[in-house]
């Protein structure tokens, strides 16, 4: 009999991404070292800006101007997640979920699939609508006949537990994207936005936080155990 998991949803605030990964490694290691699927971990935060790169990125799909005075302030980190080159930074919403897949009946697409909805639901909610577009990772809205990457998802699996996760654009500095060929992309038809941009609104992170958590709580309430 599986047990009754329990969640704990934890707001980081905007913080360093180096300390933030060493906690997902400290938690995954706990959950791997006592074979506990009881407990479950949801980390919201924003980072300071950083870019990061997974396992299948390459120098050739890194920097798009290799003399750009930008990056060169950020930071830079090798990850274990899947996916290539992204760039997190205050105004983009990050959580990363430290999850059994035995929640997911150990299904690794299944699991694929509820991160992109907790996103498509979150922006059809804020008046945007999104979408997947086959053979591409993320979320994305089109406008006339450009595509726009919102949302990123990028993700390990070890032991069946889950690291990383989902990024959601609120309104972030969206020039710091311009510096990378964001997640490998280098279309002029593919672009990366954020809800601000889409909605021509201003958002209120502290509410908007407050009701992805609500978004959360209802996706995990009715998944089946």
């Known amino acids: 009999m599986k047990q009754q998991p329990i969640f704990y949803i934890k707001d980081f605030g905007c913080t360093d991404f180096l300390g933030l990964w060493n906690i997902q490694k400290q938690i995954l290691n706990l959950k791997i070292k006592f074979l506990n699927k009881k407990y479950n971990f949801l980390l919201v935060l924003e980072h300071n800006n950083v870019y990061t ?51 997911f009946n150990y299904d690794f697409n299944l699991y694929l699939r509820f991160l992109e909805n907790i996103i498509i639901i979150t922006l059809l909610k804020n008046q945007i609508f999104a979408f997947r577009i ?16 919102i949302g990123f998802i990028g993700i390990k699996i070890i032991n069946y537990i889950t690291k990383h996760g989902l990024a959601l654009n609120i309104n972030p500095d969206l020039n710091i994207f311009f510096s990378i060929l964001t997640c490998g992309i280098n279309n002029k038809n593919y672009c990366v936005t954020s809800i601000e941009k889409e909605t021509e609104k201003s958002i209120k992170k502290k509410s908007f936080k407050k009701n992805l958590k609500n978004e959360l709580c209802f996706f995990f309430n009715f998944l089946k155990f």
């Open 134 to 149: 086959i053979n591409k990772s993320g979320i994305w809205v089109r406008n006339y006949n450009l595509f726009y990457k």
């Open 53 to 103: 790169f997974g396992t299948s990125t390459k120098c050739s799909n890194f920097f798009r101007f290799s003399n750009n005075k930008t990056f060169k302030k950020i930071k830079i980190f090798k990850v274990d997640r899947g996916g290539k080159v992204t760039s997190h930074g205050p105004g983009q919403l990050v959580i990363y979920f430290i999850l059994d897949l035995f929640l």
